[in-house]
């Protein structure tokens, strides 16, 4: 097998968990050749050099504030076996490319707090929990990346401010392309339904109108805040193959990518819970565990995940 063709097999392991924005097209059945293009030559490189595949992935930001959602506003089960799939994923890869994969995790929790409704020492105290769980599983291909590691500051403020000042689009420039494209249009309408939804859960004091005006504001900064992010890692890390927790078009230069199984196309593991199942272990809100009499589970005296061996995910999401 020459290293096109292991570069083929390798991408084809990876859409096995892929987040397509229209999950009844062609392509998710059978990937054609624009679904490789974007990544081909940059896996072909990995292998051509000898060395991991490195793929990088905007995520782990904070808990939602949410406390419907979730179990509290540090890490927990859902992302202590995420943690375990990615680095699983990177020893699997070995059977294809015996240096196997690496995966840097490109937090952004500070990189929109306050949009989101966390706090700065919320997201570090969720940062610290994370390496902690990558330390304690032994997942030593995976490591982070954030906005201290990137600007050598301690200054959030400032950072965030020199982030949008070098890397961000002008918000009229942004509004505008958003309604242009449909992957923007999902991008803002799946962000904007968790904003929306923490802020009815966390306001009820206000009409939904009021929240949903609120949040659309909230949501045009974080996308704003997440694309310029997202152009800082990729000037960081131009080699790097590129996971998104978010679902993609089929052809993407990103690749949509499903961490936990969930019935939800947008649902992560910072926005919901973690349930044994009888289709093993799922990923929903906290509120579909409670409502399905789901039992908690306590681990090192945190609430940790729930349990429901005789439903599956249909009925508990339903």
């Not at 229209?22 to 998710?28: L, V």
């Not at 929990?129 to 599983?137: K, Q």
């Not at 803002?188 to 939904?208: C, K, W, Y």
């Amino acid at each position: 097998m020459d290293n096109v063709q292991t570069a083929q097999e390798v991408l084809r392991f990876i859409f096995r968990n892929r987040r397509l924005l229209d999950p009844g097209s062609p392509c998710a059945e059978e990937p054609c050749e624009q679904c490789f293009a974007p990544h081909l030559t940059k896996i072909e490189n990995f292998i051509t050099r000898g060395v991991p595949i490195h793929f990088v992935i905007l995520a782990f930001p904070s808990k939602s504030p949410n406390r419907t959602k979730v179990l509290g506003p540090l890490p927990d089960h859902a992302e202590w076996a995420s943690v375990e799939f990615l680095q699983s994923i990177c020893e699997q890869l070995s059977y294809y490319h015996e240096p196997g994969a690496k995966v840097t995790i490109c937090s952004d929790g500070h990189v929109f707090a306050g949009a989101v409704g966390i706090t700065d020492d919320q997201a570090t105290a969720y940062r610290d929990e994370m390496g902690a769980i990558v330390a304690a599983t032994g997942a030593e291909s995976i490591d982070f990346f954030g906005l201290s590691d990137g600007f050598k500051s301690s200054n959030f403020e400032g950072m965030r401010a020199t982030l949008l000042r070098d890397y961000a689009e002008p918000m009229d420039v942004l509004k505008k392309r958003l309604t242009g494209e449909e992957s923007g249009q999902a991008l803002f309408n799946g962000i904007h339904r968790f904003l929306f939804e923490d802020g009815v859960a966390m306001q009820p004091t206000l009409s939904r109108n009021r929240v949903r005006e609120d949040t659309k504001r909230d949501t045009y900064t974080v996308v704003q805040s997440s694309n310029a992010w997202s152009r800082m890692v990729a000037e960081w890390f131009p080699e790097a193959v590129r996971l998104s927790i978010h679902p993609q078009p089929a052809h993407s230069a990103k690749l949509g990518f499903r961490l936990l199984k969930t019935q939800d196309t947008w649902l992560t593991p910072w926005h919901g819970v973690a349930l044994e199942s009888a289709d093993g272990l799922v990923l929903v809100k906290k509120f579909q565990a409670e409502r399905a009499q789901a039992r908690l589970v306590w681990r090192n005296d945190r609430p940790s995940h729930y349990v429901a061996p005789h439903l599956t995910l249909k009925e508990i999401a339903r």
